[in-house]
């Protein structure tokens, strides 16, 4: 990349401080800031960086009242941070190869849907049934199964599996080697403690503007649906188990798995390594720390934190005499021998 | 699907109670029954749902004595959970995908040996020497090694990778994207701390009704084998290490990690999460508790949990003390107050 | 594999005691010797097992002075674990399926770069730009992305998904189902809590000699690099995020979580199921203990384990006493009954 401010300015309606001739080629945070780079400070926090970084422009606010010369060129607009994310996202659609086309090497069986302007890579290969809608972009090495259904401008990255039934909406991401529709776990044993497996009949459902990370697992329900609900993101190996529900615009970090038929409500914001049992109800705006293991139903808005989890105030007031369990020991230890108790 | 109630009676051979004309045309479970639902109550405390469920029928057991009026015809059977599946199962072979024939756009090497019988994805990669025994699936997208061996009836779902020499027993089930046969992780460092690597010469050897689920690891020895023993059931994103042992009939919840050469006895029950560390010797009969970590070797029988784990029962009474630590640490002050020692 | 002990002498340049005619067929630890195999012996430790052994053959030290009579044939050397690697590396190079040839079956890119002595496997994928050179390995089901540059001598396993601009050096092994240069989880969500994403420009810059296990995920950094140093070893199902470094000659066992821009020192060695939260700065030499989770900066040599970490030596302090807390607080309620205090 190579663009001079001016041109910057122009895309996000910036008024320019400083020479208007700078010319930047990347991006970066402003405490890592080098000559010819492009900034934002919208934290105020960071404020003191913007008087010693090194990077030639930065997108400020209109409104700040600077405190010290600045070197870089400032280029002023409203919001900072929605600025440069349109920048990034103008950039992003300079960078981002052209996925087009439908292959002749990819397997679309004649029973299939698939709109003309999708992009079926190379070696993709899609089921009876499925129907794909316009836009869709199908990369190398990604199975649709039977019968699935995936709505407007999603893409599906290489080697994703979206096994049979499951249904997408509109503008959904799945990784690479993301699995929906995978066989949900279930299996009953025997008085002799041998499994005999329990058919999954249901499928998955994820919702509009979800995004599902790489090699994430997705199962499909026993009967009925495993629910994502709208712009829910998932992070990279998170496990969704059958017939569970996340709740909408829910975020869950990496490696978290949420149990079956657990339904988890709005706006959670789950950790990384994160453990829910099964058969739980999970209110809205719930916050759960990292590694944490729920085995209870959680109220809306509560924050836990611990295996098993806490109220996080009171897993952290605990946690702190724990650190220090060694001290409490010998504060009994003392008043025993005051008392002539114990082992003494 | 749709269906009479006379003709699932048939199925399972169970006798009617009420209208048998009535249709249905999903299952579910009883607490969640809609009008043209199908139920099953099989514990006995669910009965109170038999009484309030819009379900259009209900499996329930011969003997069961009803004390209120039920709306919704019932299927007397002996044990309704197992008609309950047999009913599932029947209806899994109406709608899952017919898999057959073999693809002239899938890569058999000259010296493979593959049943005609089999199903060969397009887009799927049998490896010299490889052999398919009768009814195996093989997905699009799954690479099968050199000298892999898979014998009848296993299935290998899309994108799954099975590297050289493991051997797959009967009736296996692979779920999408898992790896059998990976290298182990095997390193030496010099005194620089620089690795390196051992060669990993072994195989994987997964016994009959095995399930292997979506995204799993389980990596080949050293030399000698990585077992998997008849009837197992991995979850999503478990990993076994080189050398590993998992008893028969031992099921193990996602994202569970299993260390190098530790060897778990039968009809383990393993919860999410939990990682077991290098060269341990697990019992028969273990159950672990979700997110545990276990780092000593575990006889027939204990149930554990906790990082170190713990005897559940201990583990239980001293996490309810760690759950009120402030108020133990009160009762100290208190003493010490009394006693005018301490800080005070 | 059938071997005479003097071949196999002569490849380590060992001097034999024993029966120079005597075969062996298979490799196995000393203390799982059967006959007909070759076991060596490192560590003196284990010095008992080579008195009681039933292998074949045994690699020892030149120095080691025999305490009983042995059984097996003795084939000394200075370094007998050196001279096993050896000898495992030989006959790996013996049994390893070769590699060679670039597939018509394969899509190479018209402006991609191939070098000729590449190997290019079935159904893989090679995009616009992408540079691999002399003796790379491609697998089935792998995909290059678009400017992916990788040097000589690397393996890319089948089913691995190498994103666009991603850089891998220098013999680098990713094993099967991997995925490099995924998108990094980055969202910013509106005053609802409804998330939009940030692009994700960056790429993911793997060093020489790094191996990155089977079912991992590097994300790709939000601009700058995700950077894994020279050396590194990762085991399956890691999660590195975006714009995190992980310094060289580090060991991280499997399905560890690394957060974003989270930089790593040399040479750590981080347990199996450890989370480290993003911004942090984790010195060089640092021990994570399997399933910590580490929320602050550490400094170089720090030992550390427990959520949140503690030094290690303090949380096994404080641990013991959380397991006997019961008996804590048993000592404190005699302590009330002597002064008559608390709920008596």
Known sequence: MNFKVTQIAEWIGATVEGDPSVEIDHFSSIEKGKI???SFLANPKYENHLYTTAASAIIISQSLQLKQKVNAVLLRVKDPYASF?????????MIRPSYTGISDQAFIHAEAKVDSSCYIAFGSYISKGAHIEAGVEIHPHVFIGEGVHIEKGSIVYAGAKIYDRSLLG?????????????????????????????????NVIVKDKVEIGACCTI??????????????KLDNHVHVAHNATIGAHSAIAALTAIGGSTKIGKRALI???????????????????????????????????????????????????FKHLGKLEERVKELEKHLKLGNL
Chains 1, 2, 3 share one sequence.
């Open 36 to 38: 010819r780079g492009l």
């Open 85 to 93: 994310t349109v920048l990034l996202t103008l950039y992003e659609k």
């Open 170 to 202: 509109k503008e959904v991401i799945v990784q690479p080697n993301a699995v929906v529709g995978s066989d949900g776990f279930g299996f009953a044993p025997d008085s002799e403690g041998v499994y005999s497996k329990i058919p999954q009949l249901g």
């Open 219 to 232: 199962d499909r329900a026993t009967f009925g649906s495993t629910i994502i609900e709208e712009g829910v």
């Open 271 to 321: 950790g990384g390594q994160v453990g829910i049992i099964g058969h739980l109800v999970i209110g809205d705006d719930v916050k759960v720390q990292a590694q944490s293991g729920i085995a209870r139903n959680v109220s809306d808005q509560e924050k836990l934190q611990g295996t098993p989890a806490l109220e996080y105030m009171n897993f952290n007031k605990s946690y702190v005499l």
